[in-house]
């Protein structure tokens, strides 16, 4: 009744396309890998199947079974009398197969026996029984040969309700001279079933030994399978998005790993079955609706169903609940099992209803995952149904199930990758269209704002120019020369050196604009202006200090340097004729220069050797004017 078969191949697939999807939804280069591996495994699992013929002849016992209800009398030294009367026949009904016979009517005992092959020649010959609800003993010859775990503990020798057997399958030795006698199996049961599950069979122990390895080594390599996923299930949930989901899936295939090795029948050849190993087996079979339906949840939204919500947190505390209660209170995992069918039977109906209500205005996805749960409660309804005997269901439901809920989550999941890669690279293209767009705008703007800055600073440089140059002559005016002279003279200070400094008069200026006028004065100024800005360096400074007075700045040049170069303006100026603009008239001009210096060595403001410089000009006016004066830094006075 409370076995939970979770081994088939249809696991095998259902685990692992769930967390071989997830994959996929998430990365493009893990599921081909994780699908070669799964692929190979299974390929290995479904051409890894026993052969009768290779590990030696066995015998199905699968004839001649008769049955007897209740419970037989024993006599002084505990041997029943029911094995002892062979012949009694009104007693005893003929059955196919040692597994819940009819006409019950509340009995927990019930007597088999066979008869076993007088032809058998086996080496360390036992009888193999795959299952057994609950607990049995066996006899042959009038002595017991077997008692399973449990039997006998309560009163009138019968089990305790709430024990169970922990051994998955039997196998039972038998003595050298078994040909021909009859076997005599006493089953107790509390539950709805009773009997002897599964074919029981005799032949060599190494021989059956060898066809269950033969017969589960598939479950064994599906159960690691669907272990590894669940592991890289559970570091994806650390480590990528859509946690929830990995984390989910996740408990969905380390619960069914679980319990495909506790249902595969080589477990009990490695470990030996403990009560620890049944609960938390059992445990992981009350957390299988906890993943499945906050899957849903949180797939199909959050805060959007709180029914379902409330519905996988009860599964969820009953399966934290269930196995403290039955351990403090010694009941045992049988009524655990019988309240767990009662409160999953209800509450997945409740979700059936929920679900089947989602179709109206749900997304695609929502609705596939909705099929899936929905179809997974009823194959798990009918596992129930048929655990109770409500109907005759011999099909693994359980195990279609889970290849149905499995199909449902990977299509679910494929639409979703599916849904997402479109709307990525909607979203892509869209980026890139916008991208492109601004990068244009930005582009003009880019270049109007480069034009305007080239307009500023061309305006600027204009305004700037206008600001130091004169009009007139193009020589610097008097402010942007006194800036420029006061630099090269800290200049000067800091580093070293000297530089001259030369003041230029036209002479009798007034009388070429009284004689000729002020345009021809002009054309004079603009001419002498021209020559001057002509013979300059690169590095001299010249401007129009005012009216027809000219200043000269030589940077790193001696006083004597500066006389030459005014004598050689002076006899320039002096041979420079120029029309006047109506070109009948020439006229006919000479210039006075002064002359002055400066060293490093002195603190001179540049007031002072303004003022020196203007000195020896004043000097070549009184000398008579069309000469160069200098004023040396002792202070005396040369005329040239």
Known sequence: MFSRRLYDNNLKYGANLSSMFNTISD?????????????????????????????????????????????????????????????????????????????????????????????????????????????????????????????????GGSLRWGD???????????????????LYVR?????????????????????????????????????????????????????????????LLALFLLCASVIIWDQTQIRQLITTPSVFWAYFAATAYFLLPVSMVALFEITVGRGVFSLVRRIWQAHLGFAVAAPIISLSEGIGLAPIYFVFDIFVSVSLAVFFLVATGLFKNASYEARVLALGVCGFCLFLLFDIASAHNFISWRAPALDWGVLYFSAFVVAAFFYRFVRMQREYAALN?????????????????????????????????????????????????????????????????????????????????????????HQAGDDVLKKISALCREACRGSDL???????????????????????????????????????????????????????????????????????????LYQSKKEGRNRVSRVLPALEIDTA
């Open 164 to 182: 169970f057997d922990l051994w998955r399958w039997h196998m039972i030795g038998l003595p050298d001279d078994y040909q021909g006698r009859e």
């Open 27 to 155: 990365n493009k280069i893990y599921p081909f890998v994780l699908f070669l591996v799964i692929f190979t495994s299974f390929m290995a699992a479904f051409t890894i199947q026993g052969d009768d013929a290779k590990v030696g002849k066995i015998q199905v016992l699968n004839q001649k079974w008769q049955y007897r209800w209740g419970i037989s009398p024993f006599d002084r030294g505990g041997v029943p009398l029911w094995t002892r009367d062979a012949s009694d026949s009104l007693h005893w009904h003929n059955i196919s197969a040692p597994e819940t016979p009819p006409q019950r009517r509340g009995f927990r005992d019930v007597w088999f026996r066979v008869v076993l092959p007088k032809n058998g020649e086996w080496h360390d010959p036992v009888i193999f029984i795959p299952k057994i609800d609950t607990a049995a003993e066996v006899y042959l010859g009038g002595r017991r040969i077997y008692r399973s775990a449990g039997f006998g503990q309560g009163r």
């Open 429 to 517: 293209e869209t980026f890139e269209n916008k991208v492109r767009d601004r990068t244009s705008t930005l582009e003009k703007k880019a270049s109007a704002l480069a034009e305007s800055n080239r307009k500023e600073s061309s305006a600027r440089a204009r305004m700037e120019r206008l600001a130091s140059i004169d009009p007139l002559t193009g020589a610097l005016n008097r402010r942007a020369f006194l800036e420029r002279a006061q630099h090269e003279l800290n200049r000067a200070r800091r580093y070293g050196g000297g530089f001259t400094l030369i003041m230029m008069d036209i002479d009798f200026f007034k009388r070429i604009n009284d004689a000729y006028g």
């Open 187 to 247: 089953v107790h049961s509390d539950a709805s079933q009773i009997g002897l599950r599964g074919s029981v069979m005799i032949g060599a122990r190494a021989s059956l030994v060898n066809r269950l390895i033969a017969h589960n080594i598939d479950d064994v390599i599906v159960a690691a399978m669907a272990f590894l996923l669940g592991v890289i299930c559970t570091i994806f949930s650390l480590i990528r998005n859509f946690r929830r989901v990995y984390l």
């Open 542 to 616: 010249f401007c129009r200090y005012g009216g027809e007075e000219f200043l000269f700045l030589l940077p790193v040049s001696s006083p004597y340097d500066a006389v030459s170069f005014a004598e050689y303006l002076r006899q320039s100026i002096e041979k420079l004729e120029i029309l006047t603009r109506n070109e009948k008239q020439k006229i006919s001009m000479t210039a006075s220069f002064g002359v002055t210096g400066h060293i490093a060595e002195e603190d001179e403001p540049l007031e002072d050797l303004i003022a020196m410089a203007d000195r020896a």
